[in-house]
């Protein structure tokens, strides 16, 4: 293992992204299909946001509250992505430090962190999860 870890030697670059004009029903079928969290939202290749779990939990307690479930099925189906998705993305360069990247997670109690090039053309993801799989590892 190297001594100094970047966040390209934990990323995922194997990654189950959006787009803009997809439906809230897309993002949640995504997310349970392949047990996943965190969903970027691209454009030509270009992260321009982020949904999460939790904005998708969020949305159905906001736009649900007193709606019946085929009400909501059907909702979820029409409303875009880009209406709860956060546009102010923090990202990272994939040759960051593996523990300036955890440091960002951890203080700012995010659950993910998109690693882009210059052009903000999306190369993969380092999460909490990526974190603790190194942890054990590590550990005896």
């Not at 969290?37 to 736009?63: M, W």
Request: hydrophobic share 45%.
């Amino acid at each position: 293992m190297p001594l100094r870890m970047n966040v390209k030697d934990l990323m995922s670059t194997d990654l189950v992204t959006l787009t803009e004009d997809e439906t809230l029903a897309d993002a949640q079928r995504c997310m349970a299909r392949g047990r996943i969290r965190h969903l970027p939202v691209v454009r030509d290749g270009r992260l321009v946001g982020l949904v999460t779990h939790r904005d998708l939990l969020a949305a159905s307690f906001s736009i649900f509250a007193e709606v019946e479930a085929n009400e909501q099925r059907r909702v979820f189906s029409t409303v875009p992505v880009v209406e709860i998705m956060h546009r102010d993305v923090v990202t990272v360069s994939p040759d960051l430090g593996a523990s300036h990247a955890a440091r960002i997670l951890l203080e700012n109690k995010y659950g993910c962190l998109p690693a882009v090039d210059e052009e903000d053309l999306l190369l993969g993801i380092v999460t909490e999860a990526d974190f603790l799989r190194l942890t054990v590892r590590l550990l005896p």
